[in-house]
């Protein structure tokens, strides 16, 4: 009996797709080139000189996904924007400690490659990394037949950053006194999908449907990630930053005191911010309580950065001329022992 020959695209994988989606993206990557790349998509490894600028030069990683967003994202077959999602996950997390994002690598997973979906988030990944200023230097799509339904996919990126050593920001400087300054998030960014889905579920609402303005509940709840890089970069050569968190998984309430010296506390006022409507409604919908609130969500506050008052002023106009409408949300006290770290008030 003679076998009948078989072939990797037999077992479930297309070589050939994967060969047309690295053409697909080059032009998308080529976009983002900056200083310091060496090579091109396509190699085994990718190469990124560090700026001759830097002194003593300290690089700062770090890795990220969306979350259940993807389930949405598949839901409503929007993948156009889930990428930039990716990206800002990971370069306002290595931002937050002063480090200038050089450049990013994706990795895509799925069960069958459907080139056209890919490329599409591929090219949201690249316009990131516009927003962000770094390159798309590499990257993986790997097909595996039987690990994922169909139509699915998962994502996960890794951004490296640098920053001068006397300038890492690690709120070592932060004391009373000192005032928080607030930058807008787009809305629920890439934190608390899961919750959010329950909630439109059980609710029965017409994610169609008018929502706010011209949005629809679906643009509200996929509105993609505010990407904080280039206006942060601006005020940070502009004066002293003590501290920056950024307000992901945990709410202001638990990502703020990760910036915080143990002998002071973050004193944040409510009222200095008009919570964006898809919290409300989150909230409404799904009975869920101001703790649970604030622990899920960001509730309208996607970055959270420290001044010395004398600064308060002009970090807030820097901000506000770069794009981002920053205000001031609260100020720094001391700590007693057993106080919570940050408070919302």
Known sequence: MTLESLSYRDAGVDIDAGDELVERIKPFARKTLREGVLGGIGGFGALFEVP?????????SGTDGVGTKLKLAFQLRRHDTIGIDLVAMSVNDILVQGAEPLFFL???????????????????IAEGCELAGCALIGGETAEMPGMYPEGEYDLAGFAVGVVEKSAVIDGAT?????????????????????????IVARSGADLAAPFDGERTLADAAMAPTRIYVKPLLALMQALPVKGMAH??????????????????????????WQRPKLFDWLQHEGGVSDDEMHRVFNCGIGMVVVVARENASQAVRILNDAGEPALVIGSIKARNEGEAQTTLV
Do not use: M, W
Request: with cysteine; hydrophobic share 40%.
């Open 52 to 60: 001759k600028r830097y002194r003593e030069p300290v690089l700062v």
């Open 106 to 124: 994706d990795y895509l997973a799925c069960g069958k490659l459907d080139v056209g979906t890919a490329a599409r988030v591929i090219k949201g």
């Open 174 to 198: 932060i004391v009373p006194g000192d005032v928080l300054l607030g930058l807008p998030s787009s809305g629920a960014h890439s934190n608390g999908y899961s919750l959010l889905r329950k």
């Open 247 to 272: 307000i992901t998984g945990g709410g202001l309430t638990g990502n703020v005191p990760r910036i915080l010296p143990e002998n002071v506390r973050a004193e944040i006022a409510q009222a200095a």
